[in-house]
């Protein structure tokens, strides 16, 4: 995969059947005059939400870069969980056994066939950096990478052979540095980011002639009629609930930090690359609301 020139390219990740999120991205792309080609999503097409097939035919007419996540994984192998790793005896698990079930069997044959030939991940150069996308970790496709356990990232971006990591699947948008590389994560459109706010966020890289910029940005979109939509469904009033306020129906996954962050309002971050011949030195912003 190549990009040309400095337009900018913007990332998301989790639509998780969640229409009138993939709706609302796609207005926004248009607004910011992004088009397919220079776009790029870490997987999970499907989950938690109402309508899984609408949401798989949107994406592929927008025609933008993805790879699979477990959800497509699983999907495409018919297989019988959603694959994201969540211990038996977790909400998550339980949870699961309701949108999964669901978003198997609410997908078409081709749909099922077109998530089999998505790549698993992606390298690209751009502004002078070298980038790779994968879903969960680097090492392990279900693996959840948190800002908060510093080791781990550094662990897994080390293996990645690139300066940033653009990652999806544990629902929370954040921005690491990790020694000499970053770790990014443009959060998911699908289900807010259990910041007590129904918005949702994406990812923004641009490149100008000496930095690449990297920034999360809040996505605004008709939660109430994806919150209506998946209580009619019937299969995860509880997802319908967080979609309205903001809040996940379980922390199992989230360490201790991201626990504690529940229902504080997230700030848009930002961090630029700036290049001096051949180092490369970084500043991370917190750009106000
Ligand atoms: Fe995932």
């Not at 790029?40 to 927008?62: F, K, M, N, S």
């Not at 690209?124 to 969960?136: I, L, P, T």
């Not at 954040?174 to 959060?187: E, H, P």
Request: proline content about 3%; aromatic content about 8%; overall charge neutral.
């Amino acid at each position: 995969m190549q990009f040309t020139g400095t337009a900018p390219l913007l990332v998301f990740g989790g639509p998780y059947s969640n229409r009138e999120a993939v709706l609302a991205l796609r207005a926004e792309a248009r607004c910011l005059g992004i088009g397919a080609d220079r776009i790029i999503c870490t997987g999970d097409t499907i989950a938690y939400c109402a309508d899984p097939e609408e949401t798989v035919a949107l994406i592929r007419d927008w025609g933008v870069h993805i790879i699979a996540g477990n959800c497509e994984e699983q999907v495409a192998a018919r297989a019988a969980d959603c694959g994201c790793g969540f211990d038996d005896d977790t909400t998550c698990n339980v949870l699961s056994k309701g949108w999964y079930p669901y978003a198997n069997a609410h997908v078409s044959d081709a749909s099922r066939s077109w998530m089999a030939t998505l790549p698993t991940t992606l390298r690209f150069n751009y502004g002078g950096a070298s980038f790779r996308v994968v879903h969960g970790g680097v090492t392990r496709i279900n693996k959840f990478i948190f800002a908060s356990e510093a080791a781990t990232l550094a662990s897994e971006a080390a293996s990645a052979h690139a300066d940033v990591v653009i990652a999806g699947h544990m629902g929370l948008p954040f921005i690491a540095r990790t020694g000499r590389q970053v770790w990014f994560n443009a959060g998911v459109i699908g289900m807010p980011a259990n910041d007590g706010t129904a918005d949702t966020w994406f990812g923004l890289i641009t490149a100008s002639d000496d930095a690449v910029k990297l920034e999360t940005r809040r996505l605004s979109y008709d939660f109430h009629t994806a919150a209506a939509r998946l209580r009619r469904s019937g299969h995860a009033n509880t997802y319908a609930r967080s979609l309205v306020t903001g809040l996940w129906p379980s922390l199992d996954i989230l360490p201790e930090a991201e626990q504690l962050a529940t229902g504080k309002r997230l700030r848009p971050k930002s961090l630029v690359f700036k290049r001096t011949g051949s180092s490369r030195h970084s500043t991370v912003n917190a750009a106000a609301l």
